[in-house]
C-alpha cells in the first residue's frame, strides 16, 4: 500500500492540495496532510484553515511513496523555504521516487535541476522556472517520477494522474466516473 503526503505551506491553493487528498483516500490511499508550518492549522490562499494531520518533523520519510507540492503563491515560497522538504524532494528524485507538483509549485522542481529533459507544465507565466524542460501544455504531465500539473482548474486531472500512477488506468478512470469529471 502506498502512502503519500501532501505538503501544506500558509499561502497554499485550497483547491489543489485538498482535491488530490480528497481523490487519494477515496480510493484508500494512505495520504497525510503535512504542515512545514510551526502548527498543524495551515491558513490557505483564500483565508481558508486547514487542520494537518502532522507537522514535517514528525513525517517518517521512510514509509512514505509520494511527495505532493500544491500551488498558491506564498504557499509555493512557503514550501520551498522549508530546508526539511527540500532535502525530502532532492533524495525522492535522487531515488527514483514519486514527486507532484502543481501550479507555481513545479517551479521549485525546476529551480532545483530536476526537470531537465522531462516533460512539465506549471500555471501560465511559470514555464521560465521549468528550468531544462519540455513545456507541455496538458492539464496535468508524467514523466517517470515526476507529475506536474498547470493550476487550480486541473486539480482534479491532477489528483486523478496521481491515482493512475499508484493504481492503474482503469482505478482512475472508475474513480473519475465516480466524481463526474468530464474532460
Known amino acids: 500500500m502506498s502512502k503519500v503526503c501532501v505538503f501544506f505551506g500558509t499561502g497554499f491553493e485550497e483547491i489543489e492540495a485538498l482535491t488530490v487528498v480528497d ?3 477515496r480510493q484508500a490511499i ?3 496532510m ?6 498543524k492549522t495551515v491558513m490557505g490562499s483564500h483565508k481558508i484553515p486547514v487542520i494537518t494531520d502532522a507537522l514535517i518533523q514528525e513525517v517518517d520519510f521512510d514509509t512514505v511513496d509520494v511527495l505532493v507540492l500544491p500551488g498558491g503563491l506564498a504557499g509555493t515560497r512557503n514550501l520551498e523555504s522549508c530546508a526539511v522538504l527540500m ?3 532532492d533524495a525522492f528524485v535522487s531515488a527514483g521516487k514519486t514527486v507532484c507538483a502543481v501550479c507555481a509549485a ?3 522542481l525546476g529551480h532545483r535541476g ?3 529533459g522531462k516533460r512539465a507544465i506549471a500555471y501560465p507565466g511559470f514555464e521560465s522556472h521549468l528550468e531544462g524542460a519540455d513545456i507541455i501544455e496538458e492539464p496535468a504531465v508524467r514523466d517517470g517520477n ?3 500539473g498547470r493550476g487550480m482548474g486541473c486539480s482534479a486531472e491532477f489528483a486523478l494522474a496521481i ?3 499508484l493504481t492503474d488506468k482503469e482505478t482512475a478512470a472508475a474513480m473519475a466516473e465516480k466524481i463526474v469529471y468530464m474532460k
Open 23 to 25: 481523490i487519494l483516500r
Open 34 to 39: 503535512v504542515s512545514v508550518m510551526e502548527e
Open 114 to 116: 530536476h526537470l531537465k
Open 106 to 108: 513545479p517551479s521549485i
Open 163 to 165: 491515482l493512475e500512477y
Open 87 to 89: 532535502e525530502q524532494v
Open 146 to 148: 515526476i507529475i506536474t
Open 30 to 32: 494512505e495520504t497525510l
